[in-house]
């Protein structure tokens, strides 16, 4: 799941309004508080709030443990697991959603 409080207080900490912040990141903020509750955030998004951050990806989610003194490429590694996993979670729901289509 991802971490709500935290993704809210690193974009104040950045010096964003959340209705700036969405705007960056090509969402509505009316679209934002549900899409990061309900877990469903594209990856695309996630790695662009990632890129304006300035933080790796993996953070954004309550399984994240901060590793101490982590290389950027492990730091690197944990981001691509996690897209992976973002990846797979969309794959499902488009396939729920054109069965319903369909």
């Known amino acids: 799941m991802l971490k709500y409080s935290y993704i809210r207080k690193l974009i104040e900490q950045n010096g964003f309004t959340l209705k700036e912040f ?10 934002f508080d549900p899409a990061i509750l309900k877990g469903t955030m594209s990856a695309r998004v996630l790695i662009k709030m990632s890129e304006i951050l300035k933080v790796p990806i993996a953070c954004f989610f309550d399984e994240f443990e901060p590793v101490p003194d982590a290389k950027d490429s492990e730091i690197i590694e944990l981001q691509r697991k996690y897209i992976a996993r973002l990846e797979a979670q969309l794959e499902v729901y488009e396939n729920r959603t054109r069965k319903k289509a369909g």
């Open 22 to 31: 969405c705007g960056k990141i090509g969402m509505t903020r009316q679209g």
